[in-house]
């Protein structure tokens, strides 16, 4: 499993509009991830957060470039698929990480993968930020995304 190398970061995030877009399935998996993006936000100084909820993560990128296109300065996806016995995992999860991918590119906003793809549920409770987990997927995503956001930012042509 993964966890280790993950870099520290620590960005301002005062004054982000951030929008945290977050599946309904799982319910136990997506209130650590939740939970973990809100404490990051909390402790970089965002004070302007909505929660978005999305039926499932298939419906994470249409969402997010909704809030994206709302005006919304970050937008955190956080979802959760769990393989099963058919090829519906791959189709999902791929389809969810190019369509992230894409909202990003294409709005130029940042928008943070949290978006688990395990093999069990136990996989994904070890990644869930959650008391006894080993990771926290959900604070690493509105970290990553806070800090595209200040680097973009930074890159703002000067006049």
């Known amino acids: 499993m993964a966890g280790h190398g993950a870099p520290e970061l620590s960005v301002d995030g005062a004054g982000a509009k951030v929008a945290v877009v977050a599946s309904s399935w799982h319910t136990e998996v997506m209130d650590?991830?939740?939970?973990?993006?809100?404490?990051?936000?909390?402790?970089?100084?965002?004070?302007?957060?909505?929660?978005?909820?999305?039926?499932?993560?298939?419906?994470?990128?249409?969402?997010?470039?909704?809030?994206?296109?709302?005006?919304?300065?970050?937008?955190?996806a956080l979802g959760v698929i769990i393989r099963?016995?058919?090829?519906?995992?791959?189709?999902?999860?791929?389809?969810?990480?190019?369509?992230l991918s894409r909202v990003a590119l294409d709005t130029g906003v940042p928008?943070?993968?949290?978006?688990?793809?395990?093999?069990?549920?136990?996989?994904?409770?070890?990644r869930a930020g959650l008391p006894g987990s080993g990771e926290d997927k959900g604070r690493e995503a509105a970290e990553a995304a806070l800090a595209a956001w200040v680097t973009l930012r930074g890159l703002a042509p000067r006049r």
Do not use: M, N, W
């Open 32 to 76: 650590g991830l939740v939970a973990g993006a809100e404490r990051a936000l909390k402790e970089a100084g965002v004070s302007d957060v909505t929660l978005v909820r999305a039926a499932g993560s298939f419906e994470l990128p249409i969402i997010a470039q909704g809030c994206a296109k709302a005006g919304f300065d970050v937008v955190v």
């Open 84 to 99: 099963g016995g058919t090829p519906h995992f791959e189709y999902v999860s791929a389809a969810t990480t190019d369509g």
């Open 111 to 126: 928008v943070g993968f949290g978006l688990l793809t395990c093999d069990d549920e136990q996989q994904a409770l070890h």
